[in-house]
């Protein structure tokens, strides 16, 4: 069973940055997937940036030039830095991992932008 922490969530103002972080409880054995999800208050989970075992990411049109995933095989990590936020990216942000064993989430992690 893999656990995943997520953390970097807080209250920023319009235009500001923020880098989330998902650690994973032990080495996930390539992954085919691992990617970040976002819900926002009354509407569905949806996918913000996917990285796929062949590295081609994926990103939501809304983030596109704006957010950027990574991942730090060595530190079990990957990330999402977020710049020029908008209040309509307030949202609770989840981590997320496939492997051939499973489909893993972490508890998510509050992104709130307001002035």
């Known amino acids: 069973q893999v656990q995943l922490v997520e953390s970097g969530g807080d209250l920023v103002q319009p235009g500001g940055s923020l880098r989330l972080s998902c650690v994973a409880s032990?080495?996930?054995?390539?992954?085919?997937?691992m990617g970040w999800y976002r819900q926002a208050p009354g509407k569905q989970r949806e996918s913000v940036a996917t990285?796929?075992?062949?590295?081609?990411?994926n990103y939501a049109d809304s983030v596109k030039g704006r957010f950027t995933i990574s991942g730090d095989s060595a530190k079990n990590t990957v990330y999402l830095q977020m710049n020029s936020l908008r209040p309509e990216d307030t949202a609770v942000y989840y981590c997320n991992v496939v492997t051939n064993y499973g489909n893993y989430w972490g508890q998510g992690t509050q992104v709130t932008v307001s002035s």
């Open positions: 990285l796929p075992s062949n590295g081609k990411i």
């Open positions: 032990r080495s996930i054995f390539s992954p085919n997937v």
